[in-house]
């Protein structure tokens, strides 16, 4: 017969109240002694997910002046990085430097590899090379045929290009008109579903940007990104209330496909390529990575939170995940 001590809530007497804690809390303390033959440690039992929210055009300094207490909890309990880059390794000699420009922006965090790989230079993705270096969904999909793969986006073309053309990556896609629908989507698929892995993209905050410049001196730009942090609320609200939440895993990864300069980006000025990127879970180290990585990481750290195998030949810009990176910080 098998020996749990990882105990059930049901599966064993306890008296109610703190008395149940300190028992519980007790047998814990014997299982991680290793006095007891002993289940698998909490974390490998847990199951891993990702949840992965993508904020377009969002300055770094202008998340850290906005009142936005969602996202500063994320960053002060988990990893987070102020300098982290968009647009490649910079310079006209390097190949990966690309357009700070949505497109090359979400192929660069959804796939893991700059310009010089899936040579999405532009908004028209025209000339692209996705077939070789997909969307992570496409990844994960190999390994894992059974995983629930969703993305809920507002920019459109991140369906259109990285994920329509390959039928059956995700199991369940949604484009919307607004970033309410957005965070609606996300909440009702996370009371109902069982996701691996949820991407979510909002798009206002770029909007903002556009019309009333990028910068931490612009009420409605700051406004914007007030906004955002709402909705993110709501949707760790929904993730937390999951009752399932306790035998799950979850990584949270945030992040931002570009900065902004006036009002436009594209370019490859610091205002445009400087982002940030925030991880949170119970694998992530709480601190701030400086210089920070390119958020090509992203798709790195889904991958390697999952549990998968990263084969050489996909080529991915980054060999360590965020939360690894963050293990030799600074506490910020
Ligand atoms: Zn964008
Ligand atoms: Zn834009």
């Known amino acids: 017969m098998q020996t749990h001590c990882c105990v059930e809530k049901d599966s064993l007497f306890l008296p109610p109240g703190g008395f149940q804690m300190l028992v519980r809390d007790l047998l814990l303390s014997v299982c991680l002694l290793g006095l007891l033959p002993c289940c698998a440690s909490d974390a490998e039992v847990r ?144 009371g109902e579903a069982t996701p691996d892995v949820l991407f979510l993209h909002f798009d206002d905050v770029d909007h903002a940007g556009h019309a009333h410049g990028y910068s931490t001196q612009e009420p409605e730009y700051l406004a914007s990104i007030e906004q955002v942090d709402e909705h993110v609320g709501r949707v760790l609200d929904a993730l937390q209330a999951r009752p399932s939440s306790a035998e799950e895993d979850w990584l949270i990864l945030l992040t931002t496909d570009h900065g902004g300069r006036g009002t436009s980006h594209g370019g490859q000025s610091a205002e445009e390529r400087t982002i940030w990127v925030i991880a949170h879970g119970r694998g992530v180290s709480s601190g701030v990575v400086s210089p920070g990585p390119g958020h090509t990481v992203i798709a790195r750290s889904v991958l390697d939170h999952l549990k998968l195998e990263v084969p050489a030949s996909w080529g991915l810009a980054d060999q360590k995940p965020f939360a690894d990176a963050a293990e030799n910080v600074t506490e910020g």
């Not at 692209?128 to 190999?142: D, T």
């Open 47 to 190: 199951t891993p997910a990702v949840l992965v929210i993508g904020i377009d055009g969002v300055r770094p300094d202008a998340l850290q002046q906005a009142d936005t207490p969602h996202l500063d909890r994320l960053a002060r309990e988990g990893a987070v990085s102020w300098d982290a880059y968009a647009g490649g390794r910079a310079g006209e000699d390097q190949p990966t430097q690309q357009a700070t420009s949505s497109g090359p922006g979400w192929s660069s965090i959804l796939t893991g590899v700059w310009r010089d790989r899936h040579q999405v230079a532009d908004n028209s993705f025209e000339g692209n090379n996705l077939e070789q270096y997909p969307h992570i969904f496409v990844r994960i999909r190999e390994q894992r045929p059974e995983a629930m793969l969703a993305s809920i986006v507002h920019w459109n073309p991140i369906h259109e290009h990285l994920l329509k053309p390959f039928p059956g990556a995700a199991s369940f896609l949604v484009e919307t008109e607004t970033d309410q629908e957005v965070e609606s989507g996300a909440v009702a698929l996370l």
